[in-house]
């Protein structure tokens, strides 16, 4: 008996490539696959048995890995390689599509595109299955046929305010965090953006009203990716005595920030963390809930990225809304500790929200 065992062992091994095992044979038999709604955006994801490369997948057919749809003007896009960048481009194109494509490891694919670059609308219902291919092999999720899914039918435009008019932290029972960012838009903002949309967390962040002006496109950019967008007033100013000063302040803030976007905020948070009761009242008249905070690193002393990191994770329970800085001085540490600190709260059991989500504010559409 063991030597039968030992022969076959010794056959398998002839059968494969060199280096290769029976799990990652074919390395693009596929693990999980999801098509889902982020923002105003589709998102792919795909996890595989074994790594790949995106020069790997010469040929359709050969060596591939696409998203078929139904119910889409195109019904497939497959990954392909510009230099060593992976696209997505469907057959017969030589143009990719329009998506944000990351691959956190060589086994992993996300790929985030508007529902129009596959000739999809608002509302519409499609099929999605991924399809892979490896010298022979052939892999597909789901197995059973397409999983049906829906375009998000209408636009966010803003949130309606609700619940306690001041909160520092969502619900206790549940492992669900939000992460905010004060004092932008600033000029580290966009890459913000990027970690939070490569690492596929959703962000809130506090807008100072007179640095909107100018930065419609970098906003309208965050809610299609599914941010949050508050009211930290004009120019930072210290509001906790209220009156008409900062009544205008909350006001002109969040007209900006429409005009900006066609988005109207229902959070606003106070400079300084200096609050007051008629200031909350205040900023509820005009539709805001006061969101403070039970997380902060201080890094708006640059105390140093490790600093930073380790404050957030030490301090963070569920619930927990995150104060950090995107703006209002050099804002290069946070950046550098923001991946750390989703890579190590993922690892607790934590999920991410937006403020609104936390809280359980309702979405307005438009």
Not at 71 to 77: E, H, P, S, W
Request: hydrophobic share 40%; with cysteine.
């Amino acid at each position: 008996m063991a030597r039968r065992a030992a022969l076959a062992v010794g056959l398998l091994a002839l059968a494969l490539p060199a280096g290769a095992s029976a799990q990652t044979a074919n390395p693009l038999k596929i693990d999980s696959a999801t098509v889902e709604a982020q923002g105003q955006n589709l998102q792919l994801s795909v996890q595989t048995a074994g790594t790949w490369s995106p020069t790997d997948l010469v040929a359709a057919g050969t060596r591939s890995l696409c998203l078929r749809l139904t119910g889409a003007q195109i019904d497939q896009v497959c990954v392909q390689a510009v230099g060593r960048r992976a696209v997505l481009i469907a057959p017969g194109s030589t143009e990719p599509i329009d998506a944000a494509v990351h691959r956190a490891d060589q086994r992993s694919l996300q790929a985030r595109f508007a529902p129009a670059q596959v000739g999809l609308n608002p509302g519409d219902t499609f099929g999605w299955q991924v399809v892979t291919a490896w010298d022979g092999s052939t892999d597909q999720e789901p197995e059973r046929g397409p999983n049906q899914a829906s375009v998000p039918q209408q636009r966010v435009v803003g949130c309606k305010a609700g619940g306690a008019s001041y909160r520092t932290n969502g619900p206790r029972d549940h492992k669900v965090v939000a992460l905010t960012f004060d004092d932008g838009p600033f000029s580290l903002t966009s890459k913000f953006y990027d970690v939070l949309v490569r690492e596929h967390v959703p962000g809130t962040f506090f807008l100072i009203g007179q640095q909107v002006a100018g930065k419609g496109a970098l906003l309208k950019r965050a809610l299609r990716d599914g941010f949050a967008l508050g009211d930290h007033s004009w120019n930072h100013a210290n509001l906790a005595g209220d009156g008409g000063a900062a009544a205008r302040q909350l006001s002109s803030t969040k007209a900006a920030i429409k005009r900006a976007t066609g988005y109207t905020p229902c959070l606003f948070r106070a400079p300084y963390g200096a609050v007051s009761a008629p200031l909350i009242s205040e900023a509820r008249s005009q539709g805001m809930n006061t969101i403070q905070w039970d997380v902060d690193p201080t890094d708006w002393s640059t105390p140093g990225t490790g600093a930073i990191y380790s404050r957030i994770v030490s301090q963070t329970r569920p619930g927990s809304i995150i104060l950090m800085h995107d703006g209002g001085g050099p804002r290069g540490q946070t950046l550098a500790a923001l991946p750390q600190v989703i890579h190590t709260l993922r690892a607790r059991g934590y999920k991410f929200a937006t403020v609104p989500d936390l809280l359980g504010l309702q979405p307005v559409f438009g």
